[in-house]
């Protein structure tokens, strides 16, 4: 039988080795638990990534397509550009043909106009006796250079007359002026402005009817001593403007612009923002520039188209016959804000005016 010190010695190394495994299980089971976590973290991890490749690929190809069309885009420019290039050069060198063409014409225009006033006077001379010697070549060769001077001259300022006698525009008949054809390229610039002008029946007079279309007012009420007016349904601020009116054979009518949007009337001595040229068979027919100036009678023929030019930043509204292409008057100065075209077909008579 063993000693008794020696029995309790092996249980209790029995026992240490039976608690070794237990801890070694405990170990490896929080270790396990701990890979585990570890797997979960990079599978989030790992989501996470694929997400953001994903992202990335959409975005690069989004990119892409950007960069196509940007492409595409800058591809049509280039063209764009080429075409207005080619344009530009076409226009220009047009341009440079139209101005020679222009130069040659007005150069033979006043060679040939030059040349009839000088054989003008050649006959006139001859008709008074005066015939033409060898030895005068050079008197008649001054003549003609000094006259041809003076014409080519006339016909360069032509286009834009404005000469002011006593600090009013001249006007057609006055002794210091002669009506002043408006060359064709002065023309073309004046209808090239052309604007459909509507007449606004809510600012029409009791006593007036306005056409359907707006195109023609008329007289249709009981005579009246004021001028019935209606207005243009646009008023103007700015730019160029040019309208026609048809008066035909009628002998009491007012055309012009205004400033007086609310008035259906035109007084008889207009006040501030009036400019007009009126027709009244009372004064023998006469055609009159009325504002608050003054009244200024005009000395022309019978016309029965005129055309209005207004150009508000110049300050100047002009009355053309629109038929001869003469100028007849132009009042001068600013306007102060917006004007409206405006219309009296008289209050005598039911002849209408017609607005082009």
Same mark, same amino acid.
């Given at each position: 039988m063993a000693p008794l010190h020696q029995s309790g010695y092996e249980e209790l190394q029995r026992e240490q080795? /039976? #608690? #070794?495994?237990?801890?070694? @299980?405990?170990?490896?089971?929080?270790?396990?638990?701990? $890979?585990r976590? #570890?797997? &979960?973290? %990079?599978?989030?991890?790992?989501?996470? %990534?694929?997400?953001?490749? &994903?992202? @990335?690929?959409?975005? =690069?190809?989004? @990119?892409?397509?950007?960069?196509?069309?940007?492409?595409?885009?800058?591809?049509?420019?280039?063209?764009?550009?080429?075409?207005?290039?080619?344009?530009?050069?076409?226009?220009?060198?047009? =341009?440079?043909?139209?101005?020679?063409?222009?130069?040659?014409?007005?150069?033979?225009?006043?060679?040939?106009?030059?040349?009839? $006033?000088?054989e003008t006077s050649d006959v006139r001379q001859k008709q008074e006796g005066k015939i033409l010697t060898p030895g005068s070549t050079a008197d008649f060769e001054e003549f003609r250079r000094k006259t041809s001077k003076t014409m080519c001259d006339r016909l360069a300022e032509t286009s834009d007359v404005r000469q002011k006698q006593e600090g009013k525009i001249l006007t057609p008949g006055s002794t210091a002026d002669t009506c002043v054809?408006?060359?064709?390229?002065?023309?073309? +610039?004046? +209808?090239?402005? *052309?604007?459909?002008?509507?007449?606004?029946?809510?600012?029409?007079? $009791?006593?007036?009817?306005?056409?359907?279309?707006? /195109? &023609?007012?008329?007289? +249709?009420?009981?005579?009246?001593?004021?001028?019935?007016?209606? $207005?243009?349904?646009?008023?103007?601020?700015?730019?160029? *403007?040019?309208w026609e009116v048809v008066v035909g054979e009628k002998e009491n009518w007012?055309?012009?612009?205004?400033? *007086?949007?609310?008035?259906?009337?035109?007084?008889?001595?207009?006040e501030e923002g009036y400019w007009l040229v009126r027709r009244a068979k009372k004064f023998s027919k006469s055609y009159t520039a009325v504002s608050q100036s003054g009244d200024q009678i005009l000395k022309l023929e019978v016309c029965k188209v005129w055309g209005v030019y207004l150009d508000w930043k110049e300050g100047r509204l002009s009355f053309y016959n629109a038929e001869t292409k003469v100028h007849i *008057? +132009?009042? &001068?100065?600013?306007f102060p804000g917006q004007v409206y075209p405006i219309f009296s077909p008289g209050s005598k008579g039911s002849r209408s005016l017609i607005i082009h």
């Open positions: 080795s /039976s #608690e #070794e495994p237990q801890e070694q @299980l405990n170990h490896l089971k929080r270790e396990i638990k701990r $890979l976590k #570890e797997k &979960e973290d %990079l599978q989030k991890n790992y989501d996470s %990534l694929k997400r953001e490749k &994903e992202r @990335l690929v959409k975005e =690069k190809e989004d @990119l892409q397509k950007n960069y196509d069309s940007l492409k595409r885009e800058k591809e049509r420019l280039v063209k764009e550009k080429e075409d207005l290039q080619k344009n530009y050069d076409t226009l220009k060198k047009e =341009k440079e043909n139209a101005k020679a063409d222009f130069e040659e014409f007005r150069r033979k225009t006043s060679k040939t106009m030059c040349d009839r $006033l000088a054809y408006a060359v064709d390229r002065e023309w073309k +610039t004046i +209808t090239d402005a *052309h604007v459909n002008v509507t007449l606004d029946p809510s600012t029409a007079n $009791l006593s007036l009817t306005v056409s359907e279309d707006g /195109s &023609e007012v008329k007289f +249709t009420g009981k005579r009246s001593a004021e001028w019935p007016s209606v $207005l243009g349904g646009e008023g103007f601020t700015s730019g160029r *403007h040019y007012v055309l012009g612009v205004s400033t *007086h949007r609310d008035e259906k009337s035109i007084p008889e001595k207009p *008057h +132009t009042f &001068e100065g600013s």
